[in-house]
């Protein structure tokens, strides 16, 4: 008889330990292949004031410009050729026209002796220049005219002669090595490579646009060129454009990337206005947790006699959707896992957890053992604070990068102004280590050259 009651009692407690209920199974973390990558296209007009560039070629062109000290190179003749006064330019259809005072000083070979005079004159040259593949300048000097300021005399003895028909020859013989020593001058001072490539090379920089929540740009640039320069009144216009792969990080200083070689110009008659930038920025599932835990850790639910405390929140990916791990203490010890896709939401233009809910495991060992959670404010408490972090960090983002547009230094005298007009949300993914917005930013830009480096 014993064993007939031991039998059944011993059945009763295996059914009741079978029946136990089990806590939620963690969901599985996989992520989906990454996304195409659009190239964004920067169009940058380009302002450069002649009178700027006049100030800076009269601070770097002084003194000596030509000078020729061989009187046996054909010509019988030793010429220093020293600039007297500034020098003046202006432009005409895609030329540049300056006008350059000089003081001469001429030693002459008759043969029997050597005489030496002095005079001032100021020479009209015209330039035509292009920019080679290699992003350097190529001038092509020619004077134009000439008219003395003081006509030079023979210093011969104590007497002063006229000597106008050497002056004439001195002339002839020398403009076009004066037209080369100025085609060299124009090369040397105006580094249109040196200046590109260091510009290049700062936009793989990362740059910090909101020390609030840890955010960097980094434009990572991978073709330039431009289109013709446009010479009209006092200005040289054009427009340079960049092919990019910017990138936003939050939550972490971006790798340094080593910067590709300066590539060759690219030639386009037409930039197009304005700029459209697609930025990946990339949110770390560790910063997204920092800023989540900031609103929720502590926060208590409670149905009745009942009550959780958030304890811990943990974030990643099941293919296209978000898992949040919540860790609670109190009534109930352990995880809960919720899910939701992060989607676009065209008429408020944020990032929304999509119908985020109890993932199936969690729901049906909630039905079974703490139904009373389903009833709480705990859900819809997480799913606005996930809004509250994607659309608020989007936010601050735009305001910092309007900020950055005002007026950034390329180099000490080239400075980028602009205007973010639009900053507009793509759409989410889902990394390893991080959730990926692609945003659109769209505006106008604009370079200021203050002159020749």
Same mark, same amino acid.
């Given at each position: 008889m014993k064993i007939q009651f031991l039998f059944p009692a011993v059945i009763l407690l295996l059914l009741m330990a079978s029946c136990k209920t089990k806590p939620p199974v963690r969901p599985l973390e996989q992520y989906e292949g990454l996304w195409e990558e659009k190239l964004s296209v920067i169009n940058i007009p380009v302002d450069v004031s002649l009178r700027d560039m006049e100030r800076s070629l009269n601070q770097q062109v002084k003194g000596v410009i030509y000078e020729d000290n061989d009187l046996h190179d054909g010509d019988n003749m030793r010429i220093r050729a020293e600039k007297r006064q500034d020098i003046r330019l202006g432009v005409d259809s895609q030329l540049i #026209?300056?006008?350059?005072?000089?003081?001469? @000083?001429?030693?002459?070979?008759? %043969?029997?002796? &050597?005489? /030496?005079?002095?005079? /001032?004159?100021?020479?009209?040259? &015209?330039?035509?220049?292009?920019?080679?593949?290699? @992003?350097? *300048?190529?001038?092509?000097?020619?004077?134009?005219?000439?008219? @003395?300021?003081?006509?030079?005399?023979? &210093?011969? %003895?104590?007497? +002063?002669?006229?000597?106008?028909?050497? !002056? %004439?020859?001195?002339? /002839?013989?020398?403009?076009?090595?004066?037209?080369?020593?100025?085609? #060299?001058?124009?090369?040397?001072?105006?580094?249109?490579?040196? $200046?590109?490539?260091?510009?290049?090379?700062?936009?793989?920089?990362?740059?910090?646009?909101?020390?609030?929540? +840890?955010? @960097?740009?980094?434009? +990572?640039?991978?073709?330039?060129? $431009? !289109?013709?320069?446009?010479? =009209?009144g006092d200005r040289i216009r054009g427009a340079i454009f960049v092919e990019t792969r910017p990138q936003v990080n939050i939550g972490r200083l971006p790798a340094n990337t080593r910067p590709l070689p300066l590539p060759n110009l690219q030639a386009r008659q037409d930039t197009g206005e304005g700029f459209t930038i697609y930025v990946n920025t990339v949110i770390s599932y560790e910063e997204a947790e920092r800023? !989540? #835990?900031?609103?929720?850790?502590?926060?208590?639910?409670?149905?009745? &006699?009942?009550?959780?405390?958030?304890?811990?929140?943990?974030?990643?990916?099941?293919?296209?959707?978000?898992?949040?791990?919540?860790?609670?203490?109190?009534?109930?010890?352990?995880?809960?896992?919720?899910?939701?896709?992060?989607?676009? +939401?065209?008429?408020?233009?944020?990032?929304? *957890?999509?119908?985020?809910?109890?993932?199936?495991?969690?729901?049906?060992?909630?039905?079974?053992?703490? %139904?009373?959670?389903?009833?709480?404010?705990? =859900?819809? =408490?997480?799913?606005e604070n996930m809004n509250f972090l994607l659309d608020y960090n989007l936010q601050e983002m735009k305001a910092q990068f309007q900020e950055q547009l005002e007026e950034y230094k390329i180099t000490e005298d080239v400075i980028l102004k602009g205007e973010l007009e639009e900053l507009a949300i793509q759409n989410a993914y889902l990394s390893p280590e991080s959730i990926v917005v692609r945003l659109a930013l769209s505006g106008r830009l604009n370079v200021n050259v203050k002159g020749l480096n």
């Open positions: #026209k300056y006008r350059v005072p000089l003081a001469l @000083w001429i030693q002459y070979d008759l %043969g029997i002796s &050597k005489v /030496e005079a002095e005079g /001032e004159l100021s020479i009209d040259f &015209k330039t035509a220049f292009s920019i080679t593949e290699d @992003w350097g *300048i190529k001038t092509v000097t020619q004077v134009i005219r000439y008219d @003395w300021l003081r006509k030079p005399r023979l &210093k011969m %003895g104590v007497v +002063n002669l006229p000597i106008g028909f050497i !002056a %004439g020859l001195v002339m /002839e013989n020398s403009k076009s090595s004066l037209a080369r020593s100025i085609d #060299k001058l124009v090369q040397e001072q105006f580094g249109l490579r040196q $200046m590109v490539n260091e510009a290049w090379e700062k936009m793989y920089e990362p740059v910090l646009v909101s020390e609030a929540y +840890n955010t @960097w740009l980094a434009v +990572n640039p991978q073709s330039i060129g $431009m !289109a013709p320069l446009e010479m =009209k800023i !989540a #835990k900031e609103q929720l850790l502590g926060e208590t639910f409670s149905q009745g &006699k009942r009550a959780v405390r958030v304890e811990d929140i943990e974030l990643y990916g099941q293919g296209n959707k978000i898992i949040v791990n919540t860790v609670l203490s109190g009534s109930y010890n352990g995880s809960i896992y919720l899910v939701g896709k992060p989607v676009y +939401n065209f008429r408020k233009n944020t990032i929304e *957890i999509e119908s985020l809910d109890y993932e199936l495991s969690t729901r049906n060992f909630l039905l079974r053992s703490a %139904g009373w959670l389903l009833k709480s404010t705990m =859900k819809n =408490k997480i799913e």
